[in-house]
């Protein structure tokens, strides 16, 4: 019976691809470690990591690393569990949704999550933004903005194939600035004393009138949430 249904499975699948006319041909590697660790590894940490560490200390920054491990663990292994017995097809999480709960559960959760990807892009345009005039602080900031967004566009628009490219491009960037991270422990000098739990100030922005360790968390969490990014991309793995 079990190889009757995986048979059956096989043809399924091969008559999705003759009638989409695209064969899906990404690996696990390509297709959800890399994408799931640039979203890891993105804007977030690098720009709201130091804000974390100095607003809850050194103790307190671990703690809310933890805590968001945590949460992303047993998500991780929920839908594990979950994708194990159904047929994953192009959507991602919209497809595991809507396979376990219904149509009508599906698409009342994949508008949001269409939104929360849309919002996401603004999230790290601003980011990059933010490196950017760091650097070229002459820059203006909307015509940066409008670059970056006109860069992804051509890239969405002309095909998956380079958008996979250019991520291991970007890979290698990101590793060689981890390198450079861990090697100021070499290079720079101690000037602080390490200060184990923080008093959480808050920010210039809101004038350092103090924030909450929740608060705190809740600007963190989103960068632990990578775990989508491979969820999303299904529809292109060779083996979904």
């Known amino acids: 019976m079990s190889n009757e249904i995986t048979e059956e499975a096989t043809l399924q699948e091969q008559v999705d691809e003759q009638k989409s006319g695209v064969r899906q041909k990404y690996g696990t590697f390509g297709g959800v470690f890399v994408p799931t660790l640039l979203t890891i590894l993105g804007v977030i940490l690098f720009l709201r990591e130091g804000w974390v560490i100095g607003n809850a200390g050194l103790l307190g920054g671990w703690l809310i690393i933890t805590l968001a491990f945590v949460i992303v663990t047993f998500t991780a292994l929920s ?20 396979q376990s709960l219904g149509l009508e ?103 350092f009138e103090g924030v909450s360790f929740w608060v705190v968390f809740a600007v963190l969490f989103p960068a632990a949430t990578g775990i989508m990014a491979g969820a999303n991309m299904s529809g292109e793995l060779k083996d979904p």
């Open 79 to 98: 839908m594990s569990c979950i994708t194990t017995n159904i047929r994953i097809k192009a959507g991602g999480a919209y497809s595991i949704i809507s």
């Open 105 to 207: 559960v599906g698409g009342s959760v994949g508008v949001p999550l269409y939104l929360a990807q849309t919002f996401a892009i603004t999230m790290y345009i601003f980011g990059f933004r933010e490196g950017w005039l760091y650097i070229f602080p002459a820059h203006y900031a909307i015509v940066v903005d409008f670059v970056v967004f006109g860069t992804l566009f051509v890239i969405a628009f002309m095909s998956a194939r380079l958008a996979f490219r250019i991520q291991y491009i970007i890979l290698a960037v990101i590793a060689g600035a981890l390198i450079s991270v861990g090697a100021t422990v070499f290079t720079g000098a101690m000037e602080h004393s390490i200060q184990w739990w923080g008093e959480f100030p808050g920010a210039p922005e809101n004038g």
